[in-house]
Each structure stands twice: as C-alpha cells, then as structure tokens.
C-alpha cells in the first residue's frame, strides 16, 4: 500500500495546475489519470496528418491564469482573425472585423448592414460598464444574456444573427439564457489580445501544464482510473486501475463534471455539449474568417477554416475545416444536415470534402445561469477537495484558477494542522 500527501484525480487543467502548484510548495504529489495521456477536454489527435482537437477549441492568450501557468512562446499560439463572415438569411456573405486589427475590413462591416446606429449604441449600453468598470458592474444584479441584450436595446440584426450565434458556440448555448455578467466578462477578455490556437493543437497547453509539473516533483501516472474514494480513520484511500490501494492525507478530485458524482456524493452541475465535424478539402475554402450562419438554416453554429491560419494542421496541399453544432440529448446533428448547411455557407464546393472524425462531447461546458456564481468552496470535507471548472466559470481561465485555488486551500489546512 503506498502512501502519499495528496493525490490529485484527474490531469486535466485543473488538475494539472493544482500539482504544479503542490509540487513547487514542497508537497509529495501523485497526479491519477483515467485517460493515456494529459489534458482532460483538451486533447490533440493527428489523423492522416491532419491535427485534430477533440472538439473545436480556442485559446485566449490575455488570459491572467494562462499567462501565469505556461510560458505562451513555447506554444506558438497563432491568432485567429479577429472578424466573423455571416450568412444573412437572404443568402448573401457579409463580414464585421476588429477595426483596429483589421482596418481594411472596416468599408466591408460598414456596409454589411449589421452594424446599424441603434446596434451600436445597445451594444454601447451592454458593453460600456464593463469595459471600463468591471468591478462596478460586477456587483450590480446579474441577469440572462438574453434579458441583459433586451435591457440595452440590442434586439437588431447585429444581436440576431452575429452575437447570438457566436456566442451560442463559445457558451454551447442557444437559448440566451447564459449569466449576462459572465458574457460581458468573456466578451471583455477578447480585448486585449486575439484568440487563436497552439501551432500543433490545443493538447500543447496541458502537455505544456504536465511538463511544468513533472519539474517540480509531481508523478502524473495515466490509464488509473479510480474506482473508489472513501475516507479511513484520518486518511483517505484511493483504489485505482494498476495501482491497488494508495492512502492520502489530502485529496484532490479534479474530474469532468459528468463524473463527480462516482466519486463522491454531491449533485452533477448541468452541462452543455458540442459536436464537432472535420473536413479535408482539396482547394482552399472561401475565407479565413470565422463563419456564422445568421439565419440559423441548420444546426452548424460556426465555421472555420484552420489551416488558412495554421497551415501545419493539414498535409501540404490539403486544407482542415471545422464545423461546430449544439449538441444534446434530443438533438445531435446528421452529417446530411451538416453537409446541407455547409453548401449555404461555404458554397457547392464543400460537397467534396472528405469527413475525417465527428467529435460528440456531451459534457462540452459547465452551464452558468445567472447569477454568476461565485467561486465554490475547494475543500469540501476534512482533507477532501474539488477543482475543476464547474467550481469557477465554464473556460480555460475557470479551470487554471480552480487548480490554484484547490490547491492553496489544501495548503492552507496543512498550515492549521
């Protein structure tokens, strides 16, 4: 039987930053993985030379905890086009772009007939607090993103088929019914930096998280799945798959949402899922830009050619786009469905590309009504913990200061001991 300070359940973000952070104060840290390898959520697969993410990820360089936990050099981070290209429901393409990162774009979003006056000044109302106060319009009354567009105005074009959609794909959430205070939050983190994507996909960040934390004295052990968690006299005991019994002062349970509750018994938070297609293409597509489909004629939430970015993640002469829907119990799109709405956004050609992998991920993102909640207690029993982005907000910042936060907690206990 081994016997350990603290064990942490899970290598994905959480648990990864959680054992850099043990592992650097002196703790003895063993990291339990269910899967062959790191990185939870954020996984890269090469297939037939293409580079696959296990879903449709970005990664938003500006963030604080990003930024704090990994050198961002090391990952050749290449920034997307901070512009959209919308499919109207007359057929026609239209393009809105950054106008500072993208000032050649800027006759095209005029003239796109999106971004009308009274848009623009709801989207001033919604948008102005907290970008120059966040702190201020964090504290007042929080609300759907739904009732916070509605409150400002924003009920135009530019909200209906530009910012619904969009962020129906970062939130995987349709129905508008996201905490307005944590959209505003997100939308304001886009400001200071583009968002993009590691040059050999976004498994680099936790790969990245498992080097840092084998550095500083953390064993990250994979294919260990725990089958049980209970607590004995003044320890906890770990079984695992290959390692038998292991005892623990402390415990770290760093799991998916899905699966909190085979560990311990507390309610599942509620979860949103995605589905993903990739596609091979022999000829460039259309535009680098991301595509939305404003007139909502399918289940495709957006679009994006990532080679025309990162020409590394297709074969030379060949072309990788995603295609990124809602996805749920009672509605997981068809590859007919996809390939139909595919034709309206990226034209007849697309009937030719080649479908390499589907990727249903059910427990995509933690849901996040309102009120946004603040962050969930890390200890939640003598020497037993949680980390994960269901304890923050659902995204790679959440996760990256949950491991923190579950982390200082069990050293702040250890200090009381």
């Excluded at 990664?59 to 997307?80: C, E, G």
């Excluded at 000032?103 to 907290?130: C, N, Y």
């Excluded at 390692?243 to 311990?264: C, F, P």
């Amino acid at each position: 039987m081994q016997t350990h300070d603290v064990v942490v359940i899970g290598a994905g973000l959480a648990g990864l930053r959680c054992a850099v952070e043990l592992a650097a104060r002196g703790r003895e840290v063993v990291v339990l993985e269910a899967g062959d390898r790191v990185g939870g959520r954020q996984r890269t697969d090469r297939v037939d030379g293409f580079t696959l993410d296990r879903g449709f990820h970005v990664l938003n360089t500006a963030y604080p905890a990003v930024r704090a936990s990994v050198d961002i050099d090391r990952l050749k981070v290449r920034a997307f086009p901070t512009a959209v290209r919308v499919r109207r429901a007359d057929g026609s393409m239209t393009t809105l772009g950054h106008p500072l990162r993208h000032p050649q774009l800027l006759p095209a979003t005029l003239a796109s007939g999106l971004a009308t006056p009274r848009d623009l000044a709801g989207l001033l109302r919604w948008f102005g607090p907290i970008a120059l106060r966040p702190r201020v319009a964090v504290t007042r009354a929080d609300r759907t993103i739904g009732e916070g567009w509605d409150a400002a105005g924003l009920t135009g074009p530019l909200r209906t088929d530009v910012l619904s959609p969009f962020f129906s794909g970062v939130l995987a959430d349709a129905s508008e019914s996201t905490s307005d205070t944590y959209v505003r939050l997100l939308a304001r983190s886009f400001l200071p930096a583009a968002a993009g994507l590691p040059r050999d996909g976004i498994g680099m960040l936790p790969r990245a998280l498992a080097s840092r934390a084998r550095a500083v004295g953390a064993d990250i052990r994979v294919g260990r799945a725990v089958s049980r968690l209970r607590r004995r006299e003044n320890r906890w005991e770990v079984r695992a798959l290959g390692e038998g019994r292991l005892l623990a002062r402390d415990v770290v349970v760093a799991v998916g949402a899905e699966a909190l509750n085979t560990l311990i018994d507390m309610p599942v938070p509620a979860t949103r899922g995605l589905q993903t297609w990739w596609f091979a293409a022999e000829e460039p597509p259309a535009s680098a830009i991301l595509t939305l489909d404003g007139a909502r004629e399918g289940p495709i939430v957006n679009s994006l050619a990532i080679s025309a970015t990162i020409p590394q993640a297709a074969p030379r002469g060949r072309h990788l786009i995603q295609a990124t829907c809602l996805r749920a119990p009672d509605r997981v799109a068809t590859e007919a469905d996809v390939r139909a709405q595919l034709s309206r956004m990226w034209g007849p050609g697309s009937a030719s590309w080649e479908l390499l992998r589907r990727d249903d991920i059910p427990h995509a993102l933690p849901a996040l009504p309102p009120p946004m909640r603040r962050p969930s207690p890390a200890r939640i029993a003598d020497g037993l913990y949680l980390a994960g982005d269901h304890r923050e907000t659902p995204s790679i910042q959440g996760a990256l200061v949950s491991g923190v936060r579950a982390a200082r907690s069990v050293l702040g206990a250890t200090v009381r001991r």
